[in-house]
């Protein structure tokens, strides 16, 4: 049976969603090419996986189908205005110490007026929140006085595939123009790839974490 890993956050059980798909494609293709499983056995599997287990164990009451939504990613090209995409909400996200996802939401014209080059601010303590409330933990010195500056990455902007109306983008946190923030989990994460490979030749890489287990049937 199926689980995303998501947590908190609707982008969470999103990406996990998507990368499982891929693994339990390639996986069965694998099998359906190597004899192990025919291919009516592999769709079974594949109902059985996504749905039909938590169906039939949680007497979920739910039709078949599913929802299909093309996420439209945006480049350099995208334009100042967003009257012809409808799009209301541009969410400016980034990652606290805590590893929670967090955003400032931002009316799309004046993402596209002035956020997009110009970043919107934020105050130091964002980066000292708890995950259990928003108030910076003790020890942290980082307070509401002084600000930083979130600069959006739009080499990341996409429309979001369940509030089609809104979209996303990952920021840079910047304490002055072009300058990164030390405590910047981009910056950071920058830097410590960077050591790995110039040091020690160790590229680093990250995903989700997919498991299942696929039984064959010996007793018809």
Request: charged share 25%; with cysteine.
């Amino acid at each position: 049976m199926f689980s995303s890993d998501g947590y908190a956050f609707p982008e969470t059980y999103y990406l996990g969603s998507r990368r499982a798909r891929d693994v339990v494609y390639r996986v069965l293709s694998a099998a359906c090419e190597d004899g192990d499983l025919s291919i009516e056995e592999a769709i079974d599997a594949v109902e059985d996986i996504f749905r039909r287990n938590a169906s039939d164990l949680y007497k979920l009451n739910v039709a078949n189908g599913s929802i299909h939504q093309k996420t439209m990613i945006a480049d350099s090209t995208i334009a100042s205005s967003c009257v012809e995409q409808d799009v209301l909400f541009v969410r400016i996200v980034w990652n606290d110490a805590s590893g929670q996802h967090r955003c400032r939401v931002v009316p799309a014209g004046r993402f596209y007026e002035i956020a997009r080059n110009k970043g919107v601010g934020l105050t130091f303590a964002s980066m000292g929140m708890t995950s259990f409330c928003d108030g910076p933990a003790d020890g942290t010195n980082l307070t509401g006085v002084g600000e930083i500056r979130l600069m959006p990455d739009m080499s990341t902007l996409l429309r979001l595939p369940w509030s089609t109306r809104e979209e996303m983008v990952i920021a840079d946190m910047q304490i002055r123009p072009g300058e990164a923030w030390e405590y910047c989990p981009r910056y950071v994460l920058r830097k410590v790839t960077k050591v790995l490979l110039d040091e020690f030749n160790v590229t680093m890489k990250a995903g989700f974490e997919n498991e299942f287990y696929l039984r064959r049937k010996l007793v018809r």
